[in-house]
């Protein structure tokens, strides 16, 4: 089963935010609500969600339960 939820941290000042995913995309950007810090993928990572979520995006859990 895909989560769609996934729970942003800032990397700057640590506000955490809840977010719906995108389905069938990686969101390469997120602007923190708190302090303003864009959020961008750390190398390797597809997604803002894969590198400062707590849970993966969709495209990389599918990947993972061979849904793909």
């Known amino acids: 089963m ?3 939820q996934s729970t942003l941290r800032c990397p700057s000042c640590g ?3 809840l977010l719906t ?3 069938e995309a ?3 950007f997120y602007q923190c ?3 303003g810090h864009w959020m961008r993928p ?3 990572d597809c ?3 894969c590198s400062y979520g707590d849970v993966p995006c969709p495209p990389k859990q599918k990947e993972k339960l061979g849904m793909q």
Do not use: D, K, N, S
Request: aromatic share 4%; proline share 10%.
């Open 2 to 4: 895909v989560i769609l």
């Open 15 to 17: 506000h955490a935010t």
């Open 21 to 23: 995913m995108p389905e």
């Open 26 to 28: 990686c969101q390469h």
């Open 33 to 35: 609500e708190q302090c």
């Open 42 to 44: 750390r190398p390797g």
């Open 47 to 49: 997604c803002v969600f």
